[in-house]
């Protein structure tokens, strides 16, 4: 990759010229520039930047970047996934920065980081970054950097602490966290001083006007696709889903007045369409964005979709993705089990998922891709039987569709009511006998990898003592085997690995991100727990659970 990618780039934006005392601003993806630009969330930001005159912005990718300034005063980080901290590390290092925040002094500049990863735990990430911002870009961005302008020539300290007067802006330097023993859960989470607000809100944008591509370019991940987010967060509230509980309340873009003025800037410059959204089918207004998109002018677009909900999967839906060169379409089903579906809420019945494949083959699609999952907290062997028997009945009632299933182990996610639970061990042995038995019948069978979803079950429950063991492992490789290498050498400094990714954790234990207030209070994240843990059989094969059970359930 070139310098020459920048050339590439159609602009949907204008920048804005930087006045002379512009602030000057690093904006970075920890990973590549092909990787970066295809996030909508970094390229949002960006423009965001790139349009205050008080701001003068140089991008940075891990291979390429812009003209970057000798000194900058704020370095930024876009991060949508976990273990890009190993860049953020690297890039950290090429610019001469003290990787840890205590470290860094006035003539560094202030890191901060936003981003999915960030806004749902920051706590392992907590001791490299001076400042995060929790939640929806839309008004945090300009209430930070606007805040930062008024104090900017003071020194950092005072920097620091008048921007933690910011809601969402999260200072991790200005909490102090003791734990019960080196090595054991944490006892108190507080500020410094009763100037530091004790909770730090998660910012949620209330609007109706919803992102889309700023930039458009040849080299991107997804080549030349314009991007456009039809809806926020997701109404079904699946107990473990982040993309749900991290973000609600579910919102949606104004038809007239978001999504067709986007749509209309982005084909006039490409034929790609991205319509992105946890849940896009969910749009109130679905139907009428089909029929838009439908006009004969668009014919020659081809749009592609996230997973769309199961029941949502009509005939017309079908059509309109094949008149658009799509060819194949996901839906997540978790479980063929109709219980386990009641314990992760998820509201579908088999029969919806027959007839979703039924539609989909009758529109002429030629495949369909099913989102399962293994390991999900009350799940037992007889619940997979299901999933491979529900999997058989769709081959036989659409018997011209292309089957894949993908299938993830259960991993918890803070702020979800499934954060207590740890993940089960025995998921590893139930995606081999999921493999075992569909792949033999012609199922495309696709686990995702089990020690990745230790990983990442250990960063999304890490606490700020995972910071040393991050900063280890980077020199070790990214293989489960280098976390437990590390693990051992700080053995007795720090909880071992199973503590924070396979223990089922007490409700009143202090969770890592207990000061940091998600869109659900804790009290409505119990509720639904136990509304989950209803659905518990007696007999179920996973011991700790039982006892789990007992100590979720006020
Ligand atoms: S339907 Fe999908 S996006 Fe919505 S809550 Fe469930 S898993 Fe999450």
Redesign the pocket.
């Known amino acids: 990759m070139s310098f020459a990618a920048f050339a590439a780039e159609q602009l949907l934006f204008t920048p804005t010229a930087a006045a002379v005392d512009a602030a000057s601003v690093v904006f970075a993806f920890p990973n590549e520039y092909s990787i970066g630009i295809t996030s909508l969330g970094y390229q949002v930001i960006w423009a965001r930047l790139a349009q205050r005159p008080d701001l003068q912005v140089s991008r940075l990718f891990t291979d390429i970047h812009e003209s970057l300034p000798t000194k900058p005063e704020l370095l930024g980080f876009s991060v949508s996934w976990e273990l890009d901290y190993i860049n953020i590390l690297r890039l950290l290092e090429s610019l001469h920065i003290p990787l840890r925040a205590s470290q860094r002094g006035e003539a560094h500049p202030l890191v901060f980081g936003g981003g999915p990863v960030l806004t749902a735990n920051p706590e392992p990430f907590a001791d490299f970054f001076d400042v995060v911002l929790l939640g929806d870009g839309e008004t945090l961005l300009d209430d930070f950097i606007n805040t930062y302008q008024a104090v900017r020539t003071t020194n950092r300290t005072a920097q620091l602490r008048s921007l933690a007067q910011v809601p969402g802006v999260y200072i991790p330097s200005l909490y102090t966290i003791t734990y019960r023993d080196l090595d054991g859960p944490i006892a108190c989470i507080q500020p410094i001083d009763n100037a530091i607000p004790a909770q730090v809100h998660k910012q949620t944008y209330r609007g109706n006007v919803l992102s889309a591509s700023t930039v458009v370019t040849e080299k991107a991940a997804w080549e030349n696709i314009f991007m456009v987010e039809v809806v926020r967060s997701?109404p079904?509230?699946?107990r473990?889903?982040l993309?749900?509980y991290l973000t609600l309340p579910f919102r949606t873009a104004s038809l007239e007045g978001s999504l067709i003025p986007a749509v209309e800037s982005g084909l006039a410059v490409t034929h790609r369409l991205g319509l992105l959204g946890?849940?896009v089918t969910q749009h109130p207004e679905f139907e009428d964005l089909l029929d838009y998109l439908n006009q004969s002018k668009y014919d020659s677009v081809r749009f592609s979709m996230a997973?769309v909900?199961t029941n949502t999967v009509n005939q017309k839906l079908a059509e309109t993705l094949v008149k658009h060169d799509t060819r194949s379409i996901t839906i997540?089903i978790?479980s063929g089990s109709e219980r386990v579906r009641q314990i992760v809420n998820?509201k579908l019945q088999n029969d919806e998922i027959i007839q979703a494949a039924v539609n989909a083959q009758a529109g002429g699609l030629s495949a369909l891709k099913l989102y399962g999952m293994a390991g999900v907290p009350g799940e037992e062997m007889d619940d997979l039987a299901q999933t491979i028997a529900i999997i058989k009945a769709i081959k036989q009632a659409a018997p011209g569709l292309r089957l894949t299933l993908g299938c993830s182990t259960f991993v918890p996610k803070a702020h979800t009511p499934f954060q207590w639970f740890g993940v089960n061990p025995q998921a590893q042995k139930r995606l081999k006998y999921l493999q075992k038995q569909l792949r033999p019948q012609g199922i495309d069978f696709r686990p995702e990898s089990y020690n990745w979803s230790v990983i990442q079950a250990l960063i999304s429950r890490g606490d700020r003592r995972l910071s040393t063991l991050l900063e280890l492992v980077r020199h070790y490789g990214d293989t489960l085997g280098s976390y437990r290498r590390a693990f051992k050498e700080l053995r007795s400094q720090l909880p071992p690995l199973e503590f924070y990714v396979h223990a089922d954790w007490p409700t009143d234990q202090i969770l890592p991100w207990e000061h940091l207030q998600g869109p659900l209070p804790k009290t409505t994240l119990l509720k639904h727990l136990a509304s989950a843990t209803e659905h518990f059989s007696n007999s179920h094969s996973r011991d700790s659970l039982t006892e789990a059970k007992g100590a979720l359930v006020p």
Do not use: N, T, V, Y
Request: aromatic share 6%; hydrophobic share 35%; charged share 25%.
């Open positions: 997701c079904e509230m699946c473990f889903c993309a749900s946890a849940s997973s909900r997540a978790e998820k």
